[in-house]
């Protein structure tokens, strides 16, 4: 490794190398450099160091989850992860450097993995098959750009790139995808501000009952109406290789709600704690204190593209949508 500190490590269970080295072709392919190397897996203090060294510099780590490291209770690759999650505690909170991917159907809420894990986006590349959004993204994360932006960008970058350099991701796309991202946006908005309206409409009709009877309830009470979740959108289509617009297109939902609306919207690290976790909309709307949740799906068929949203409010389980929206 010639320039640590602007390259990628890969830690993974020897049962894993396979997998790991699929990854690696890819990157390396892309031209950046990566730290993998088999024949330097043999132990000794002269390569627990070298190891350590690369740990200390590298400017991403990327651990392997699978089945296989949920199996093993020790190994050196464990080692390598309580090592890269200590370096993250010294980094700013919105500094991107820890990169999980899982190669299998290992779940995160149950993986036998630091709790940092947990708290990051985690990347499926079925047993190694590294997809080009992956190679994208790690790309734009070792960029000058991405280390030299403002902390919200640098947030999105580990969504998905926002470069202006040539060859953007799904640039062809772009014009429909902000129109889909501009009129769920719009259609949430619009439904809280109507809502709010009839609701309190329906309030001053029905006089001081209903006000004795929602006083009862203090859990509602206490949270903000003008509230909102955006939850990963799941990725619906057949090939399953549209996570990384699905997870692009909930952070941007994000992004124009908290800007161009005066609802308190939950963050982003906090909503996508709960992708792939079971959890009911009360109780995630409970824990982000929000009175609404927005939730939807995006299916690729061909050159169509899908993204279905929905409103739901929470206390009621009321649903406004669904909400459809087809580009090509």
Not at 33 to 51: H, T
Not at 81 to 110: E, G, Y
Not at 257 to 263: H, V
Not at 270 to 277: A, L, R, V, W, Y
Request: hydrophobic residues 40%.
């Amino acid at each position: 490794m010639s320039q640590s500190q602007k390259a990628v490590f890969l830690s993974y269970a020897s049962q894993d190398a396979e997998a790991a080295r699929r990854i690696c072709e890819a990157l390396r392919k892309a031209g950046i450099e990566v730290w993998f190397d088999q024949s330097e897996l043999r132990g000794g203090d002269a390569w627990d160091q070298k190891i350590r060294g690369h740990i200390k510099n590298c400017a991403l780590f990327i651990p392997i989850i699978s089945g296989n490291t949920d199996s093993r209770t020790e190994g050196y690759f464990r080692l390598e992860w309580k090592l890269a999650v200590d370096r993250s505690h010294l980094m700013a909170d919105d500094a991107s450097f820890l990169l999980p991917v899982v190669i299998d159907a290992t779940p995160d809420a149950t993986a036998r993995v630091p709790d940092r894990f947990r708290q990051l986006q985690w990347s499926r590349l079925p047993s190694g098959e590294t997809s080009p959004a992956f190679v994208e993204r790690v790309s734009s994360l070792l960029t000058p750009e991405a280390s030299s932006a403002s902390p919200q960008s640098r947030q999105s970058a580990g969504i998905g790139p926002r470069r202006s350099g040539p060859k953007p991701v799904a640039s062809p796309k772009l014009p429909p995808t902000l129109l889909i991202i501009a009129a769920v946006a719009v259609i949430a908005a619009g439904y809280l501000a109507v809502d709010k309206f009839v609701l309190s409409k329906h309030g001053t009709d029905s006089g001081r009952a209903l006000s004795v009877a929602q006083s009862s309830i203090s859990t509602p009470a206490a949270i903000p109406e003008k509230s909102i979740a955006v939850l990963p959108f799941t990725d619906m289509s057949e090939k399953k290789d549209q996570e990384y617009f699905s997870d692009g297109l909930s952070e941007e939902l994000i992004d124009l709600l908290a800007k161009g609306t005066d609802m308190r919207v939950a963050a982003r690290t906090s909503t996508f704690s709960f992708k792939g976790k079971q959890a009911t909309i009360p109780e995630i709307a409970k824990t982000l204190g929000v009175a609404n949740v927005l939730e939807g799906s995006v299916r690729k068929a061909g050159p169509t593209l899908r993204v279905t949203a929905q409103l739901i409010r929470a206390a009621e389980g009321i649903m406004c949508g669904p909400i459809p929206t087809t580009a090509n």
